[in-house]
C-alpha cells in the first residue's frame, strides 16, 4: 500500500460549485495544489475570473446561477462539452435568508431551496454520463454535497428555509448514494462548521474569539480542515465509503 497513491487526487477532473469564495475557493485552491484539474462556478463571472487569475491553467471558471433550472442546464451543458471524464463533482454553491417567521417572504423561501437542493439535484443528473465514464471499480467517481451543521442540529437564527434545505440535502445525498452505487458514483456530504465566508461573515466580524466560544474545540474552522475531508472522500482512501454525511465543525455535532 502506498499512502501517497492512497491519498492522492493527481490528475483528476472535479467540478467546484460556488467555486469562487468561501469554502468553495478553499477547495479549489487545495485541490489544484493536489494536482486535480478544476472547473469552478459561480454567479458572478469576475470573481471566477479572479480565481482563474490566482490558480492558473489548471482552473477553468464557468460563470453559472444554480439557483434556476436554466443556469444548472446551461453549466452541465457547458462542461459537457469541455470534459468527457468528471471525477468529482462538488455541490457546494449555497443561499441563506432570515427573516422573523410572520415576515418570511416566499422568494427567500425558494431561492433558498432552488440553489440549495433543486442545484443540486439537477447538476448531478446532467453530470451523471460524464462522472460514469470516469469512475472504476477500484475507483469510483465522486458527488460530494456541501450540507450544514444546520442541517444536523436546530440553528439558533431565524434562517428557516436554510436549516431545512441542509437536512435535504443530506437526505438527498444518501438517496442518490443508494441509487448510483451500481453506476460506480460514491455520493457523499460534509457538514460543515463555523468557516470564514460571505455567508457567515456576520458573525466574524465580532471577533474570532466570539465565535470560537460556541464551538468545543474553541476555533474556526480552517481551509486545511474541509480540504482534507473533501481530498479523502476524492482519493481512493475513500472508495469504499458512500452515503455518509460527515461533520466537520470541531464537535458542535457532539452537543
Request: charged share 20%; aromatic share 6%; hydrophobic share 45%.
Amino acid at each position: 500500500m502506498d499512502i501517497k497513491d492512497l491519498f492522492s487526487i493527481d490528475g483528476k477532473v472535479a467540478v467546484i460549485t460556488g467555486g469562487s469564495r468561501g469554502i468553495g475557493l478553499m477547495l479549489a485552491r487545495a485541490f489544484v495544489d493536489a494536482g486535480a484539474r478544476i472547473i469552478i462556478s459561480s454567479r458572478k463571472a469576475e470573481a471566477c475570473q479572479a480565481v482563474v487569475d490566482e490558480l492558473g491553467p489548471a482552473c477553468t471558471a464557468i460563470p453559472a446561477d444554480v439557483s434556476t433550472l436554466e443556469g444548472v442546464n446551461g453549466l452541465a451543458a457547458a462542461i459537457r462539452e469541455r470534459e468527457p471524464r468528471i471525477h468529482v463533482l462538488i455541490n457546494n454553491a449555497g443561499a441563506t435568508w432570515g427573516a422573523p417567521m410572520a415576515e418570511f417572504p416566499e422568494a427567500g423561501f425558494d431561492k433558498v431551496l432552488d440553489t440549495n437542493v433543486k442545484g443540486v439535484y439537477y447538476l448531478t443528473v446532467g453530470l451523471l454520463e460524464q462522472l460514469k465514464a470516469a469512475a472504476s471499480e477500484d475507483d469510483p467517481a465522486r458527488v460530494i454535497n456541501i450540507g450544514s451543521i444546520d442541517g444536523l442540529r436546530v440553528p439558533e437564527m431565524n434562517n428557516y428555509p436554510y436549516s431545512a434545505s441542509k437536512a435535504a440535502v443530506h437526505m438527498l445525498t444518501r438517496h442518490l448514494a443508494q441509487h448510483l452505487v451500481a453506476d460506480g458514483i460514491n455520493v457523499n456530504a460534509i457538514a460543515p462548521g463555523l468557516f470564514p465566508s460571505k455567508m457567515t461573515q456576520f458573525l466574524f466580524d465580532h471577533g474570532e474569539d466570539n465565535v470560537a466560544q460556541f464551538i468545543p474545540m474553541k476555533r474556526a474552522g480552517r481551509p486545511e480542515d474541509i480540504a482534507g475531508t473533501a481530498i479523502y472522500l476524492s482519493s481512493r482512501a475513500g472508495a469504499f465509503l458512500t452515503g455518509a454525511i460527515i461533520p466537520v465543525d470541531g464537535g458542535v455535532a457532539t452537543r
